[in-house]
């Protein structure tokens, strides 16, 4: 079994920044992808940034100006930097790894719990 565990989320002022952590753990033989996904309420989950193992980055449009994405491949964890954020940014932000659980087993998608980003004055 896989966890992954975000933190960092909480409440900034308009303006502000913030950076999330998600750590993986469990039964764990290599990760592929991880990522950052995010949902606001009464909409769907969408891509936030995305990097691979060897350091490859995906930003979505709206997103790639104000943040980085960055990994630390020794501790299975990933980490989002979020600058001038706005209330618009106001949602759950989920993290997502594609896992391996031994050398011959395929990759496995998982997905944290989620942590809250409520940005307001």
């Known amino acids: 079994q896989v966890q992954l565990v975000e933190s960092g989320g909480g409440l900034v002022q308009p303006g502000g920044s913030l950076r999330l952590s998600c750590a993986a753990s469990?039964?764990?033989?290599?990760?592929?992808?991880m990522g950052w996904y995010r949902q606001a309420p009464g909409k769907q989950r969408e891509l936030v940034a995305t990097i691979t193992r060897d350091g490859r980055i995906n930003y979505a449009d709206s997103m790639r100006d104000r943040c980085t994405i960055s990994r630390d491949n020794a501790k299975n964890t990933v980490y989002l930097q979020m600058n001038s954020l706005s209330p618009e940014d106001t949602a759950v932000y989920f993290c997502?790894?594609?896992?391996?659980?031994?050398?011959?087993?395929?990759?496995?998608?998982?997905w944290g719990q989620g942590t809250q980003v409520t940005v307001s004055s």
């Open positions: 469990g039964s764990i033989f290599s990760i592929s992808a």
């Open positions: 997502n790894a594609d896992v391996r659980t031994s050398r011959y087993s395929a990759r496995i998608n998982y």
